[in-house]
């Protein structure tokens, strides 16, 4: 079984398979420096493209492919469905939630990062950024604002001309979350719609403290997969499979 992980979810189901005695490995992607890694056996990097992944999946004789990997992950998510499709692999989507507004939340809902951006354009306030280090760049030509960029690690490319660098890694807790938007006079959270509990307490304090938060929507899931959202449901599939 080959996981394409990365997630608290992916790990929880890898420890879960593991324990029963299903063959897996995890596969993370290798954009940060230290994951925190699941048990079993794990495979660090791309595969290559579309080509890459479903060479991997033939040498490899991989029975089943169950795609955890983080709902912005995009383009993995999508060479899993062609590669599985080439190679006639069951797939499964492992998607947590979205978060959904709840009352007393501010929110601005935007389609993409560029958009994003552009809701902060003209903002002379202080700033929470959490959308991860590979998209801080898209807030460098906002000037007026200062930012409080919360990365695991550090950006490499252009960041906006006022800012400070927090390196943390969650799970986060409302009453520290709570402090640092106080602390630092933020006004405004910038932040993906990554769902789950982890990362929660910060829209939970911003609602609290009448934060106003730009909400970056999901991209459009893959058509016509097998999809569940918790890692009872996707353990539960794979028994399926490893039981005949």
């Not at 992980?5 to 290798?30: F, K, N």
């Not at 004789?61 to 062609?82: G, Q, S």
């Not at 106080?182 to 929660?200: F, P, Y």
Request: glycine content about 10%; proline content about 5%; charged content about 20%.
């Amino acid at each position: 079984m080959l996981i394409l992980g990365g997630t608290a979810e992916a790990r929880d189901l890898a420890a879960d398979l593991h324990h029963d005695g299903i063959e897996i490995v995890s596969s993370l992607a290798g954009r940060v420096a230290r994951p925190r890694l699941p048990v079993g056996a794990v495979r660090i990097g791309g595969f290559g493209g579309v080509d890459g992944l479903s060479r991997w999946l033939q040498d490899n004789h991989v029975r089943a492919v169950v795609d955890a990997t983080h709902p912005f992950a995009a383009t993995i998510t999508a060479h899993a469905v062609t590669a599985c499709a080439v190679t006639d692999t069951p797939l499964l989507r492992l998607r947590r939630e979205p978060w959904v507004a709840r009352a007393g939340d501010h929110w601005t809902q935007v389609p993409d990062i560029g958009a994003a951006a552009v809701a902060v354009s003209g903002h002379d306030g202080r700033i929470l950024l959490t959308t991860g280090r590979q998209d801080a760049d898209a807030f460098a030509g906002v000037t007026g604002a200062w930012f409080l960029i919360r990365v695991v690690d550090p950006p490499t490319g252009r960041l906006p001309a006022h800012h400070a660098i927090l390196r943390s890694r969650g799970p986060y807790h409302l009453d520290a979350e709570r402090k640092l938007l106080q602390e630092n006079r933020i006004d405004t959270l910038v932040t993906k719609n990554s769902g789950g509990a982890l990362t929660r307490p910060k829209l939970d304090a911003a609602a609290e403290l009448g934060v106003r938060v730009i909400m970056v929507e999901r991209p459009a899931e893959p058509l016509g997969v097998t999809a569940v959202g918790d890692v009872v449901s996707a353990a539960a599939w794979v028994r399926t499979l490893t039981d005949g």
